[in-house]
């Protein structure tokens, strides 16, 4: 199993990129999101990977975080999406989108990811909603992780075009303070489903809030109404 390609990008297709990994070049299919995150030709990236085996085709797809590797895995579990379908779902919503759109019962985000029609996104939404507050609760612990340009192995790029970093970070961070207001809700004792439809709503209201902020208001929405 291939997990993670690091090298230089060699070509930069409408779907995918190929990446030179000493001498050895691996076509990775990626997201629009991801794809436009990456840098350019001759420079250095790094992508974890999830390699889709089917009798007469091997592919790579490539994503810039393990939270949104952990979701496309999880939305090829439902029935009619693959592995192209959860791309797109992820190009369009992200990891954290596509985690706030399915534990609020979203149906239409879900649907607004290009070929994906009414009743696969109600079935994605209906299949993954009691799943989704254990991904966002792994989100904690991914984000522990370092951001793929921090640990890149690839050897450095030319010095005439420094590698510039993919905005990947504050994505992760927003799905660490998910994840992180998520745990201290259940902790004090709230429901999981009601707890994740809480922070799943406030982070959609407020992306630019910490955890303690995602907290404070996740609260209010569960506070009894007098």
């Not at 974890?48 to 999880?74: I, S």
């Not at 369009?92 to 979203?106: M, P, Q, S, V, Y």
């Amino acid at each position: 199993m291939i997990g993670k390609i690091s090298g230089r990008i060699d070509w930069r297709g409408p779907d995918h990129v190929l990446i030179d990994v000493r001498g050895v070049g691996y076509i990775v299919f990626v997201s629009d999101r991801t794809l436009a995150a990456l840098p350019g030709v001759g420079e250095a990236c790094a992508l974890y990977t999830e390699l889709v085996v089917r009798e007469d085709l091997l592919q790579l797809f490539g994503f810039p975080t393990m939270l949104e590797k952990e979701w496309h895995r999880l939305l090829t579990t439902v029935q009619g999406v693959g592995a192209k379908a959860a791309m797109a779902i992820l190009g369009t919503l992200g990891a954290e989108g596509a985690a706030r759109a399915i534990t609020l019962g979203d149906a239409r985000a879900i649907q607004a990811a290009p070929g994906i029609g009414p009743k696969i996104a109600q079935r994605v939404v209906l299949e993954l909603k009691a799943k989704a507050p254990m991904v966002m609760a792994q989100g904690a612990a991914l984000h522990s992780e370092a951001t793929l340009d921090e640990v890149i192995e690839a050897p450095a790029p030319a010095p005439a075009r420094p590698a510039r970093k993919a905005p990947a970070a504050p994505v992760v961070a927003r799905a660490a303070y998910s994840a992180d207001a998520l745990s201290a809700l259940l902790n004090l004792g709230y429901g999981q489903s009601d707890a994740a439809q809480a922070v799943a709503q406030v982070s959609g209201e407020a992306p630019e809030a910490d955890t303690a902020e995602l907290i404070r208001r996740a609260l209010k929405l569960l506070m009894p109404k007098s």
